[in-house]
Nanobody, 115 residues
């Protein structure tokens, strides 16, 4: 099982980034997919999620209207489009797959917001 994130980097406040997560080794379509983030000294928090059935999405209040999660089951990919980035968005972003008690994590990708 692998979840490999990409797309992180340095961006100015107000800028945009698109994170991607490539999944392999499990039946992707069955899994709810999520993006978490963890800033230094803070707990890991759920940022956005997309369900396996119906594609319903959910977001943390802090990112609603700015971030958008999507998935491509054929490519086994999940994305996080991040717009209007703020200093508070700076963190390591993790891809997460969940199906019942089965939970997988990626290694994370760093997002740095700096002027």
């Amino acid at each position: 099982v692998q979840l490999v994130e990409s797309g992180g980097g340095l961006v100015q406040p107000g800028g945009s980034l698109r994170l991607a997560c490539a999944a392999s080794g499990f039946y992707f379509s069955n899994y709810d997919m999520n993006w978490y983030r963890q800033a230094p000294g803070k707990e890991r928090e759920l940022v956005a999620g997309i369900f396996s059935v119906g594609g319903r999405t959910s977001y943390a209040d802090s990112v609603k209207g700015r971030f958008a999660i999507s998935r491509d089951n054929a490519k086994k990919m999940v994305y996080l489009q991040m717009n209007s980035l703020e200093f508070e968005d700076m963190a390591v972003y993790y891809c997460n797959a969940r199906f019942g008690s089965r939970v997988y994590w990626g290694q994370g990708t760093q997002v740095t917001v700096s002027s």
